[in-house]
């Protein structure tokens, strides 16, 4: 389940609007942030992931580099 729950996280990252993370927990039964807490922390400090208002997104700047920054939830 917990592997279903990450690659469905990772699906949800391809799409610009990214993840809205209420629904994501609802659906997947995890916490984003838990989920990739060993990942997360350093793609949000490098800017390759954005977090507001209840979203988590590759922001506009990184789409052209989206396959290499989700590399990294792998």
């Known amino acids: ?3 279903r729950a990450r690659e469905c996280g990772v699906f949800r ?5 990214g993840i809205e993370l ?16 060993d990942e997360a922390p350093a793609l949000l400090a490098k800017g390759e ?3 507001s208002a209840g979203h988590v ?3 506009r700047r990184y789409q052209p580099l989206l396959d ?4 990294e939830l792998i």
């Open 13 to 17: 990252l391809r799409l610009f609007e």
């Open 1 to 3: 389940k917990r592997e």
């Open 22 to 37: 209420q629904e994501f927990s609802r659906r997947t039964g995890y916490d984003f942030f838990e989920l990739y807490a």
């Open 57 to 59: 997104r590759v922001p």
């Open 49 to 51: 992931l954005e977090k």
């Open 68 to 71: 290499s920054v989700l590399a």
